[in-house]
């Protein structure tokens, strides 16, 4: 089915590129009436000299602890920035480690970085100068992207955008420049605020083979004739570089000490740090990639101008087209005919039974750069693959109750008070444990992903969950476990309004939905922390039991945090055997998980990236970097991050293959993420990269100098 609002929105950028649009300074900081627009939240700023000689001037910036410290401008009255594409800043990170940031437009006071706003992320290397773009013109999503193509202005970079909404560009209300729970007081030097333009012409932007059809670069694929040649050279190198030495079959360390063999991956811990431990007894640090498989979709419903050449489905590629229904985050289009670009060049290269060779060549990739792990996401086809260890993905569904947590970006939060929690959880592992069974090769289960657990709103959203299950009707389960739990606690409710400032005529009162007004007790805040921290119990504990009925030899490697509260973090450390998040950052910020030290528990990675946009992608990802030179650096830099903290014990990169150039098919995401482009072609950087760090994994982990002798 067509979109007519992607129609109309597609035509305005296709039938003509508009005039340029003069560039206009909002903010040079040469004047102190210009320093006295900004208002300081969790930051501090000073005037500094950009160039003496010149008599120039800039701001330095310093972000100081805290959820989200920012440097805010407000409008006195509304700005109107029409005919402008992109709001421009000069940045210089004058620090020693580089630095990841936020910019966000608002156009309406109910700007919540979701609704009522444009936002997107950068960052900038250590010593380096930049000027960065949030596009404020026509919303990437709305054409089923989070990024467009890049600027025709070379030395800008873009900011892709992480919220779906448009902005009212006649009425913005203020911008900020923000990072996120910053550590070390990190700083930078803006200059030149400045309004762009910035729109593009979307016609015939991708080729036959799903690249960006307007540049060039190295590897960029010309002629079908090409991978001829390629497979040959990647043929070489695979053969010269089969497995890394200091691997053993399972992935474990070789020249390493000699533990005890149970048959099945364990958590131990080692010479005072955490470690996974082999079926057979070696020291094991999981180094993964997620998503290995070759489903790579992209919506062409309602976008058909955007593709220079599409076969057509009377072709053999025609096979690839594909018809979804359920889109969930990727603009008007919910429904529709898709084309899989990936796997027609996979056709185009091995032929039409392309599926066994490819999955063969994806574990010989894998051990020859050093990856030990299969990903979550990957393609249960690699379950039992005898070659490469690799964790289960289980997702938990069913007709059972939710509660919201005020940031429910994939969805609300799973009631586990509900008794149909536990149906749901046996049902939903019944699939995955029966592919599974018993192989000794699967290290654990990653069950669900990035839950709901908090994300915004005070201490991070830390008692979201707490005012979810009070806003609900006395049919909620959670809703019932917290009136218990108070009830048991306060002789009356006298008492209970007495320290909690409210104002209930009796217990029943609490029946009907509630938002506690007035200001937040400390009472009132310990009892919530220890709502969230009973829900969290009950969670982990019902999943563990049940993996555990189908799983029991294999390891419950937890949810996967990404919006976490120390209540959900404590829980998990009582019932996981792994504690897992996915830390999207240049690195891991020991100070920022200080609760696994004295939680003493093991911790995995279940996602990390950083993409660049300088090999025709059209977004980043959630950590950008300069170019790909500077990607493979950061890739070495976070993964030996990760091998310095004792409670780590492993790292995943999320993914195998970069998303689709116009974004993949539920929700838009285009990002520069993988090991490989849309033509199966390896970045030899990250190659390299990858291989470089992964044999030094080992000894770094047991804290030996490279090159020295002996064992830990």
């Given at each position: 089915m067509l979109s007519m609002i992607v129609l109309v929105l597609l035509g305005l950028l296709l039938c003509a590129v508009p005039a340029e649009a003069q560039t206009k300074l909002l903010l040079s900081f040469e004047t102190g009436d210009e320093i006295q627009k900004l208002q300081?939240?969790?930051?501090?700023?000073?005037?500094?000299?950009?160039?003496?000689?010149?008599?120039?001037?800039?701001?330095?910036?310093?972000?100081?602890?805290?959820?989200?410290?920012?440097?805010?401008?407000?409008?006195?009255?509304?700005?109107?920035?029409?005919?402008?594409?992109?709001?421009?800043?000069?940045?210089?990170?004058?620090?020693?480690?580089?630095?990841?940031?936020?910019?966000?437009?608002?156009?309406?006071?109910?700007?919540?970085?979701?609704?009522?706003?444009?936002?997107?992320?950068?960052?900038?290397?250590?010593?380096?100068?930049?000027?960065?773009?949030?596009?404020?013109?026509?919303?990437?999503?709305?054409?089923?992207?989070?990024?467009?193509?890049?600027?025709?202005?070379?030395?800008?970079?873009?900011?892709?955008?992480?919220?779906?909404?448009?902005?009212?560009?006649?009425?913005?209300?203020?911008?900020?420049?923000?990072?996120?729970?910053?550590?070390?007081?990190?700083?930078?030097?803006?200059?030149?605020?400045?309004?762009?333009?910035?729109?593009?012409?979307?016609?015939?932007?991708?080729?036959?083979?799903?690249?960006?059809?307007?540049?060039?670069?190295?590897?960029?694929?010309?002629?079908?004739?090409?991978?001829?040649?390629?497979?040959?050279?990647?043929?070489?190198?695979?053969?010269?570089?089969?497995?890394?030495?200091?691997?053993?079959?399972?992935?474990?360390?070789?020249?390493?000490?000699?533990?005890?063999?149970?048959?099945?991956?364990?958590?131990?811990?080692?010479?005072?740090?955490?470690?996974?431990?082999?079926?057979?007894?070696?020291?094991?640090?999981?180094?993964?990639?997620?998503?290995?498989?070759?489903?790579?979709?992209?919506?062409?419903?309602?976008?058909?101008?955007?593709?220079?050449?599409?076969?057509?489905?009377?072709?053999?590629?025609?096979?690839?087209?594909?018809?979804?229904?359920?889109?969930?985050?990727?603009?008007?289009?919910?429904?529709?005919?898709?084309?899989?670009?990936?796997?027609?060049?996979?056709?185009?290269?091995?032929?039409?039974?392309?599926?066994?060779?490819?999955?063969?060549?994806?574990?010989?990739?894998?051990?020859?750069?050093?990856?030990?792990?299969?990903?979550?996401?990957s393609d249960w086809r690699l379950y039992r693959n005898g070659k490469v260890a690799y964790v289960a993905t289980a997702h938990i569904s069913g007709d059972h109750a939710r509660i919201s947590s005020g940031s429910d970006y994939w969805g609300q939060m799973h009631d586990p008070f509900d008794p149909r929690f536990r149906e749901s959880v046996a049902a939903s592992l019944k699939g995955v444990a029966a592919a599974v069974g018993d192989d000794p090769w699967c290290i654990g289960y990653f069950v669900d992903n990035e839950l709901s657990w908090g994300g915004g709103g005070e201490e991070g959203g830390r008692y979201g969950l707490a005012y979810g299950a009070l806003a609900q009707d006395g049919r909620s389960h959670a809703k019932r476990a917290f009136i218990n739990m108070l009830r048991a606690k306060y002789d009356d409710v006298s008492e209970f309004n007495r320290i909690w400032g409210v104002n209930l005529s009796g217990w029943e009162a609490l029946e009907a939905p509630f938002r506690p007004a007035g200001t937040m007790t400390e009472a009132r805040r310990n009892d919530m922390a220890a709502f969230v921290r009973e829900l969290a119990r009950e969670y982990f504990r019902t999943v563990r039991e049940e993996l555990k009925k189908v799983a029991p030899k294999h390891l419950y490697l937890g949810c996967r945090f990404a919006w976490s509260t120390p209540d959900a973090i404590e829980a998990s450390a009582e019932y996981c055997d792994v504690i897992s998040f996915n830390i999207y950052a240049v690195n891991v910020n020991p100070k920022q998980y200080e609760i696994l030290t004295r939680l003493d528990r093991p911790a995995i990675i279940g996602e990390f990236h950083f993409g660049a946009l300088d090999r025709g992608m059209f977004h980043t990802g959630l950590v950008s970097a300069a170019n790909q030179n500077e990607r493979a650096r950061m890739y070495q830099a976070y993964v030996r991050s990760v091998l310095d903290h004792p409670n780590f014990v492993g790292c995943h990169w999320f993914q195998y293959i970069d998303q689709p150039l116009t974004g993949r098919w539920f929700d838009g995401e285009n990002y520069n993420i993988g090991f490989l482009t849309v033509t199966d072609t390896p970045y030899p950087e990250m190659v390299k990269a990858s291989r470089e760090v992964h044999r030094e994994a080992y000894p770094r982990r047991a804290g030996i100098r490279t090159g020295a002798v002996g064992q830990p």
């Open positions: 300081a939240n969790n930051t501090k700023f000073e005037a500094v000299d950009r160039n003496a000689t010149e008599g120039k001037r800039a701001l330095q910036v310093e972000f100081l602890p805290a959820e989200w410290p920012n440097l805010m401008v407000r409008a006195e009255k509304p700005w109107d920035w029409r005919g402008f594409g992109g709001l421009a800043i000069d940045i210089y990170n004058p620090g020693a480690e580089p630095i990841s940031f936020g910019v966000r437009v608002d156009d309406d006071p109910r700007a919540d970085g979701a609704v009522h706003c444009r936002q997107g992320g950068g960052t900038i290397e250590a010593g380096k100068h930049a000027t960065f773009v949030l596009p404020i013109g026509a919303n990437p999503m709305s054409y089923g992207m989070r990024g467009l193509p890049i600027s025709a202005q070379p030395d800008m970079r873009s900011l892709g955008s992480m919220t779906p909404g448009p902005l009212n560009l006649d009425h913005i209300i203020a911008f900020q420049i923000f990072m996120h729970r910053p550590s070390g007081n990190p700083r930078l030097v803006l200059d030149n605020i400045r309004l762009v333009p910035w729109e593009q012409s979307l016609e015939k932007i991708v080729d036959e083979f799903g690249q960006y059809s307007r540049g060039d670069w190295p590897g960029k694929l010309k002629r079908a004739d090409e991978w001829k040649r390629r497979i040959a050279e990647e043929e070489a190198d695979l053969k010269a570089t089969p497995d890394l030495p200091q691997f053993d079959r399972y992935g474990g360390w070789a020249q390493g000490p000699q533990l005890s063999a149970t048959g099945y991956f364990r958590a131990e811990k080692h010479n005072g740090k955490w470690w996974l431990v082999t079926p057979e007894g070696r020291l094991f640090f999981s180094i993964g990639m997620d998503c290995v498989g070759y489903s790579n979709a992209t919506f062409i419903t309602g976008r058909e101008q955007m593709f220079a050449k599409l076969p057509s489905r009377e072709e053999p590629l025609g096979r690839h087209f594909g018809q979804i229904e359920g889109g969930v985050h990727s603009g008007p289009v919910k429904q529709g005919t898709t084309y899989d670009f990936f796997a027609a060049n996979l056709e185009r290269k091995y032929g039409r039974d392309f599926a066994a060779p490819w999955y063969d060549l994806a574990l010989r990739r894998l051990r020859s750069w050093g990856f030990n792990t299969i990903g979550n996401w």
